[in-house]
């Protein structure tokens, strides 16, 4: 059963951080790659964040220079370090493959505000 799990999530204050992680089940992690999306409320879900099985990573340009994106081959695990975080990065953090092809999990609810 493909199962992704994302955790992590919190209440922060703007200019300050968050580890996101996300948990992969039921398919083989390595050969895939991942990605971090997020949906904000009343917007579309949004690519955040990419990285290949080799560890390339590709951003949008809202994050780049503030997040970072990370796996651990070994834990089928996914993680997203995220900085200097903005109001606008307030939303539900989602994990999938790039082409979004597995069940999508509940996300993980990340709120920047003062």
């Known amino acids: 059963q493909v199962q992704l799990v994302e955790s992590g999530g919190g209440l922060v204050q703007p200019g300050g951080s968050l580890g996101l992680s996300c948990r992969a089940s039921?398919?083989?992690?390595?050969?895939?790659?991942m990605s971090w999306y997020r949906q904000a409320p009343g917007k579309e879900r949004e690519l955040v964040a990419t990285i290949s099985y080799s560890g390339a990573t590709v951003y949008a340009d809202s994050v780049k220079g503030r997040f970072t994106i990370s796996r651990d081959d070994a834990k089928n695990t996914l993680y997203l370090q995220m900085n200097s975080l903005k109001p606008e990065d307030t939303a539900v953090y989602y994990c999938?493959?790039?082409?979004?092809?597995?069940?999508w999990g509940q996300g993980t609810q990340v709120t920047v505000s003062s």
């Open positions: 999938n493959t790039r082409s979004g092809s597995r069940p």
């Open positions: 039921g398919f083989t992690f390595t050969a895939v790659i």
